[in-house]
């Protein structure tokens, strides 16, 4: 498809259990973006990854979250020992450029994997 | 840290109605964004501004980026049902690199 894609799009757990989520950005693109968006909220960067640069883990909250990005295309955003409170949205997001790139860097969004833990 | 502040945070008016929302920091951008994001779908681009003071518009929204690059407003004239959705403005950091979303603000217009 010529969108982001995600998957799985819902997802429920058990607390406790690990989960991985999937993205799939737009071909070509050699940034990507994972955000967290909790019920009625803004979103909340998580990590930032650029061409084959070492990933910014800058918005990570807890050691349980980690992500990988492999051949720089998929990425795959891992979340080990859910909790409760790890219940959000879970978005990602390709962009054309990154570091030093045009300030005009637009994002492409998917549209994201609701994830529950219960 | 760079943090965005948005104003009000639920806003609901009837068709044809004006408003103007609000994004607010204390830290300057090397650019800023607007979003749209309409439920169980990602955030859609609406503009970005660079240039201090500058004003763009799209139709029945005008978005301007203050002097100082901190701040910006959308306001939307007459505004649709079709409007309704969380707008969403995230400023670019200085690096050029990560953005910063600000929390939204939750638009309803009503018929």
């Known amino acids: 498809g010529a969108g982001v894609s995600q998957s799985p799009s819902n997802k429920v757990t058990e607390k406790g259990k690990d989960v991985e989520l999937r993205c799939d950005p737009i071909s070509g693109h050699t940034a990507l973006y994972w955000y967290r968006q909790s019920l009625g909220q803004g979103l909340e960067f998580l990590i930032y990854?650029?061409?084959?640069?070492?990933?910014?883990k800058s918005g990570l909250p807890s050691d349980r979250f980690s992500a990988e990005r492999t051949g720089g295309s998929v990425s795959t955003l891992t979340i080990q020992r859910t909790q409760q409170e790890d219940s959000a949205v879970y978005l990602c997001a390709s962009s054309s450029s990154g570091l030093a790139g045009p300030i005009y860097n637009e994002q492409f969004f998917g549209p994201g994997t609701r994830l529950t833990v219960l | 840290t760079q943090l965005l502040e948005q104003s009000p945070q639920f806003l609901s008016i009837q068709e044809g109605e004006n408003l103007t929302v609000y994004c607010n920091s204390s830290s300057v951008f090397s650019s800023l964004q607007w979003y749209r994001q309409e439920p169980g779908e990602g955030p859609v681009l609406l503009v970005t501004?660079?240039?201090?003071?500058e004003v763009k518009k799209l139709k029945r929204l005008t978005f301007q980026f203050g002097d100082a690059r901190k701040d910006s407003s959308l306001h939307i004239t007459a505004a649709q049902p079709g409007d309704t959705g969380l707008y969403l403005c995230?400023?670019?950091?200085?690096?050029?690199?990560?953005?910063?979303f600000g929390p939204g603000t939750r638009l309803s217009v009503l018929p």
């Open positions: 995230a400023g670019l950091d200085n690096y050029g690199q990560n953005f910063v």
């Open positions: 501004v660079v240039t201090g003071g």
């Open positions: 990854f650029q061409g084959n640069s070492a990933p910014d």
